[in-house]
Antibody, heavy 119, light 109 residues
Framework: EVQLVQSGAEVRKPGESLKISCKVS????????IGWVRQLPGKGLEWMGI????????RYSPSFQGQVTISADKSISTAFLQWSSLRASDTAMYYC????????????WGQGTMVTVSS | EIVMTQSPATLSVSPGERATLSCRAS??????LAWYQQKPGQAPRLLIY???TRATGIPARFSGSGSGTEFTLTISSLQSEDFAVYYC???????????FGQGTKLEIK
């Protein structure tokens, strides 16, 4: 069974760093693009960027370029989303999701990681 | 950036009736469109990709149509579990600047 399992909820203060994870199983990690999607409280979905572990190659939305870093560790089949200096406006649910085999829609999703940034 | 506009923002429909949700792209995206369903407290679920292909395990009452800039998701006979928020997403351009619509909330009438 294909699964994406994300790390647990996080609470941080403004200015702190954070790295959340998305561990995949049930498929070859290096053969599919994997992406991150933000959902602000009570709001819609925002495409942040995608990463291809096989090359590797990373593509960001202009809205998130320079604000976050997407990476992965192939040895543990895990993708990461990290911030070097969090802001209160980063408070949101973050989902990882995998592209399909023959299309770029997200066909498998993680359960989400809630990030709360508050002083 | 391609802007995706969904309408209506909220749709009230009775169980057993048909629901029609619309999504418009600010420029042509061919058939590079997906639809997702999101229920409260859950991750989104892929329903349709390629504008009209149902994802694995999606019931036949869900259908997608359209190409270019105008797209439709139709739910033929609403079941109680279908009341949720629906998002469209384009994945047309490369380098990728994939974008979602703002969502349509489908509620019980």
């Amino acid at each position: 069974e294909v699964q994406l399992v994300q790390s647990g909820a996080e609470v941080r203060k403004p200015g702190e760093s954070l790295k959340i994870s998305c561990k995949v199983s049930g498929y070859s990690f290096t053969k599919y693009w994997i992406g991150w999607v933000r959902q602000l409280p009570g709001k819609g979905l925002e495409w942040m960027g995608i990463f291809y572990p096989g090359d590797p190659d990373t593509r960001y939305s202009p809205s998130f370029q320079g604000q976050v870093t997407i990476s992965a560790d192939k040895s543990i089949s895990t993708a990461f989303l990290q911030w070097s200096s969090l802001r209160a406006s980063d408070t949101a649910m973050y989902y990882c999701a995998r592209h399909g085999a023959d299309h770029d829609a997200f066909d498998i999703w993680g359960q989400g990681t809630m990030v709360t940034v508050s002083s | 950036e391609i802007v995706m506009t969904q309408s209506p923002a909220t749709l009230s429909v009775s169980p057993g009736e048909r629901a029609t949700l619309s999504c418009r792209a600010s420029q042509s995206i061919s058939s590079n469109l997906a639809w997702y369903q999101q229920k409260p407290g859950q991750a989104p679920r892929l329903l349709i990709y390629g504008a009209s292909t149902r994802a694995t395990g999606i019931p036949a009452r869900f259908s997608g149509s359209g190409s270019g800039t105008e797209f439709t998701l139709t739910i033929s006979s609403l079941q109680s579990e279908d009341f949720a928020v629906y998002y469209c997403q384009q994945y047309h351009n490369w380098p990728p600047r994939y974008t979602f619509g703002q969502g349509t909330k489908l509620e019980i009438k």
